[in-house]
């Protein structure tokens, strides 16, 4: 199946410093790719939707100022948390739709960030 | 999208088929049924999709019924790998609906234990 690299996998940083998360879909290319938030022992949370070549779209409650996403390319798209705060301290999951394939959506493997 | 009903937990002896239900009553006549797992800190894992006619692929059967207001996932054999939080989500999987559509809902899930 497809493949979709999240890098890193894990990041521990200082309150106030931005932290970058890259998404890379490694044999296909991903016009949209979609990122989520994991908090401990809760569902996934859609935080935005990433087109190649235009702004994302945040879901309702998102900051896009604090998360900001950058879909330059059919196969990379990054979520930078900027000024990250210990409330900010969460695992990110990216995933990508193949373009030409059915519905289906491939994940990463998860970015658990913590902020100190 | 449709809203799914699944029990919290479940446990299942290693070797022994696992039968996971998902009420989802409120499905429309486009909306496919989507089951997803997650590992312990990973990404959620792609397992099978269908509209009404029953699903098997190399993971899993998917049973669903004829009214399609509930389905079961079946892992046939379940071995202590599939211990895992198994998603059921309903959506829309028209491919001319635009990005938005491909977007996933989830909800809690079914904690699977897979008992040795």
């Known amino acids: 199946g497809a493949v979709v690299s999240q890098h890193p996998s894990r990041v521990i940083c200082k309150s106030g410093t931005s932290v970058k998360i890259e998404c890379r879909s490694l044999d296909f290319q991903a016009t949209t790719m979609f990122w989520y938030r994991q908090f401990p022992k809760q569902s996934l949370m859609l935080m935005a939707t990433s087109n190649e070549g235009s702004k994302a779209t945040y879901e309702q409650g998102v900051e896009k100022d604090k998360f900001l996403i950058n879909h330059a390319s059919l196969t990379l798209s990054t979520l930078t948390v900027t000024s990250a705060h210990p409330e900010d301290s969460s695992f990110y999951i990216c995933?990508?739709?193949?373009?030409?394939?059915?519905?289906?959506?491939?994940f990463g493997s998860g970015t658990q960030l913590s902020v100190l | 999208d449709a809203k799914t009903t699944q029990p919290t937990s479940m446990d299942c002896a290693e070797g022994r088929a696992a039968n996971l239900p998902c009420n989802h009553s409120t499905i429309s006549g486009n909306e496919y049924v989507y089951w997803y797992r997650q590992i312990h800190s990973q990404g959620p894992q792609y397992i099978i999709h269908g509209l009404k006619n029953n699903e098997t692929n190399e993971m899993a059967s998917l049973i669903i019924t004829e009214d399609r207001k509930s389905s079961t996932l079946i892992l046939p054999h379940a071995t202590l790998r599939d211990t895992a939080v198994y998603y059921c989500?309903?959506?829309?999987?028209?491919?001319?609906?635009?990005?938005?559509?491909?977007?996933?809902?989830f909800g809690k899930g079914t904690k699977l234990s897979v008992i040795p």
């Open positions: 995933s990508a739709r193949e373009d030409r394939r059915e519905e289906k959506l491939f």
């Open positions: 989500i309903v959506r829309v999987g028209n491919v001319y609906s635009g990005a938005g559509s491909y977007q996933l809902t």
